[in-house]
């Protein structure tokens, strides 16, 4: 398998999603002026943790879906359904990015291997979950909720309400993208008698649902500087996630459904950063203001 095919696979370019939040969770303990430095061998696992989780995760929705992909006109191209790469090549990188993952939380501390098991668990369960509850997007949004709280953890050793909340912004929003997404795929959806909120409630509502997902993330990542007490700079994160909200909001009520993709993208790749960014924000007032 070539990086071109690898990359078709795990769609590395996306983990812009979930990376940045990750980030946010372990440097909270700092920004807050409660953790030590540590050293870069501690960043470089928990790097690793998150990427491999990904493209474990990533690649087992693949394997999964690859009957579904080859039906679906918008899907038909992945690399499974093209027969660009082997089933037994696919299962053998869910199973070693698997074990790395596990590997990489157990060599950052106990309580970053203790909650491990729990998103590995649902990031496999979730491709299923289409097939019987119109609620696979808050599976996937759990997946990417465990980020912020295990980097969180994996500085300081243990779960704080303000790393839940958090991972409750990235839940939330993760969602509300994913739900948005998913209007890509409402007709073919119900032809294949597969699950969506889209699918399920119709364009409409699914897109006022995903609006008060995007609201609520934008109200928990509020929430974590009221809880820690963060300074005034932390603040841009959610003042951030809100213009990205109410600008991406307007392209979709002018466009129409051939923007979601490019929309998707770049919102779900701006509000991770925006977090990323009100944290480090917090980080540079503690340490020079």
Request: some cysteine; aromatic content about 14%; charged content about 10%.
């Amino acid at each position: 398998m070539n990086l071109a095919t690898f990359d078709r696979l795990v769609l590395i370019k996306s983990s812009v999603f979930g990376a940045p939040y990750t980030l946010a969770g372990a440097l909270l303990p700092f920004a807050a002026g409660q953790a030590r430095p540590v050293g870069w061998f501690l960043w470089m696992w928990v790097l690793l943790a998150f990427f491999s989780l990904r493209f474990a995760g990533m690649a087992f929705n693949h394997l999964v879906d690859r009957e579904i992909d080859a039906k679906n006109p918008r899907t038909s191209q992945r690399p499974l359904p093209l027969d660009a790469v082997r089933l037994s090549d696919v299962r053998r990188i869910v199973v070693f990015a698997s074990l790395l993952f596990i590997f990489s939380c157990a060599m950052i501390n106990g309580a970053v291997f203790a909650l491990s098991p729990l998103p590995l668990l649902i990031a496999l369960i979730y491709p299923y979950t289409k097939r019987w509850t119109s609620f696979c997007h808050l599976v996937l949004g759990s997946v990417l909720m465990m980020g912020p709280i295990m980097g969180y953890a994996a500085i300081s050793g243990t779960v704080s309400f303000a790393a839940l909340f958090l991972g409750l912004a990235s839940c939330l929003s993760i969602v509300g993208n994913d739900i948005i997404y998913a209007c890509q795929d409402i007709a073919f959806d119900r032809k294949e008698g597969l699950h969506s909120l889209p699918a399920r409630l119709g364009p409409f509502a699914a897109l006022l649902l995903a609006r008060l997902m995007f609201s609520g993330a934008i109200v928990a990542m509020t929430a974590v500087g009221w809880k820690l007490e963060l300074p005034i700079l932390y603040y841009l994160g959610p003042l951030g996630a809100t213009a990205t909200f109410y600008y991406y909001d307007r392209v979709l009520k002018r466009g129409n459904i051939q923007v979601i993709p490019t929309a998707f993208f770049r919102c779900n790749a701006l509000f991770s950063l925006w977090a990323l960014v009100g944290v480090v924000g917090a980080l540079i007032w503690h340490m020079w203001l």
